[in-house]
């Protein structure tokens, strides 16, 4: 079975731009989560995907946002860049998305912005 | 403000020896732990988890202990090998209010031959 996929693996913006991060989770999963990862924060919860519906939202500012399609595809977006979101942008599926859920992980978007 | 917290950033072992790495938590609704294995260009990968109504788990050479009333965890991996090398994450979560990893800031393990 093959694992998530994020896309693309690198990204490089300038500050006020936009930029729109892709995650395919494992075949048949249905919950999507994201996570953003810094030096300083760690890992920290962006917001979580079932079936369509945005179920759980972390301490993110409204330029932080996402959807989900109905094969359970996500994205992310992140609107106006600032220098402090250059991270590593996680992306984890499982497959009923309960609380005690595996959740596997993806390689990540790394994402600098200048 | 950081509700899972991993004190030691960095832990060398020898090849054979035990390895333990250690999590406190301060939110006493986590009911719920887990532990992650990052390598570097990939992502976290799971490893074991436990549930607070138990102390002890174990799979193969990794076992964790969970102490409630001290809000502790461990991992340990007995033996320790060089491709256990990796950053561990402690992460825990309230499982009847959403699916939201809190995770440690991590532990990077070196297991030298």
């Known amino acids: 079975k093959a694992g998530v996929t994020q896309t693309p693996r690198y990204l490089i913006k300038t500050r006020g731009q936009q930029v729109t991060l892709s995650c395919s989770p494992i075949s048949g999963h249905r919950s999507v989560s994201w996570y953003q990862q810094t030096p300083g924060q760690g890992l920290q919860f962006l917001f979580e995907?079932?079936?369509?519906?945005?179920?759980n939202k972390g301490n993110f500012p409204g330029r932080f946002s996402g959807r989900q399609f109905s094969n359970s595809r996500s994205e992310m977006n992140v609107s106006t860049l600032e220098l402090g979101d250059s991270a590593l942008y996680l992306c984890?599926?499982?497959?009923?998305?309960?609380?005690?859920?595996?959740?596997?992980f993806g390689p990540g978007t790394r994402l600098t912005v200048l | 403000d950081q509700q899972v917290k991993q004190n030691s950033p960095s832990l060398s072992v020898q090849e054979g020896r035990i390895s333990i790495l250690n999590c406190d938590y301060t939110?006493?609704?986590?009911?719920?732990f887990l532990w992650y294995k990052k390598y570097p260009a990939e992502g976290p990968t799971f490893l074991i988890s436990?549930?607070?109504?138990?102390d002890k788990n174990e799979d193969g050479r990794f076992t964790v202990f969970l102490n409630k009333s001290a809000k502790h965890l461990s991992l340990h991996i007995v033996p320790s090998q060089p491709g256990d090398s990796a950053v561990y994450f402690c992460?825990?979560?309230?499982?009847?209010?959403?699916?939201?990893?809190?995770f440690g800031k991590g532990t990077s393990l070196l297991v030298t031959p």
């Open positions: 984890a599926s499982s497959s009923w998305g309960g609380s005690t859920d595996t959740q596997y």
């Open positions: 992460a825990a979560i309230v499982s009847n209010s959403g699916y939201a990893l809190n």
């Open positions: 995907y079932f079936s369509e519906t945005q179920r």
């Open positions: 436990i549930s607070s109504i138990k």
């Open positions: 939110n006493s609704m986590f009911d719920y």
